[in-house]
């Protein structure tokens, strides 16, 4: 965080810091259970504007990750895998497999919400995509094959 005085200079104005000791007393911050406060550093400078610098240390809690991504998206991962396993006859692959894609959207939705902004592509979505697209195409093959008397 930088606090600056934009209508002076430094001639004009001084910003005053605490030592880095009084800065934040660590034990006084509420307790996140997303994130730990590792410190803050704080330092002055006055070119051409005086201003304060605090540097806050974050460090994310893995459990965090691993409670509310990891464990979630491997459910999803291994009901995307059940599509092979159910009969081309029953006429539910194709519904179960665009339920599981749907799925993928909300949950990437949601957690696209909870982290931090990341330009980076979910592979998840494309990789769920093409099983829903090769799971319609098994169940067109297979009414071709009942349609010309072959199955």
């Not at 730990?36 to 201003?51: A, C, I, K, Q, Y």
């Not at 692959?93 to 909300?106: I, R």
Request: hydrophobic share 45%; glycine share 6%; charged share 20%.
């Amino acid at each position: 965080m930088i606090f600056v005085t934009w209508g002076y200079t430094a001639s004009d104005v001084r910003i005053w810091r605490p030592e880095l000791g009084q800065a934040a007393h660590l034990e006084d911050i509420l307790h996140n259970p997303e994130w730990d406060l590792f410190g803050v550093r704080t330092r002055n400078e006055s070119n051409p504007r005086p201003m304060i610098i605090f540097d806050v240390y974050l460090k994310r809690k893995p459990t965090y990750v691993v409670n509310n991504i990891i464990l979630p998206l491997s459910v999803l991962i291994a009901l995307n895998g059940c599509v092979f396993l159910l009969p081309e006859r029953s006429g539910e692959k194709t519904g179960f497999a665009v339920t599981v894609f749907l799925s993928f959207m909300v949950f990437a939705k949601i957690v696209q919400t909870t982290l931090p902004v990341n330009s980076k592509q979910t592979l998840q979505t494309v990789e769920s995509s093409v099983i829903t697209i090769v799971a319609i195409c098994l169940v067109r093959i297979e009414g071709r094959s009942e349609q010309s008397g072959t199955g």
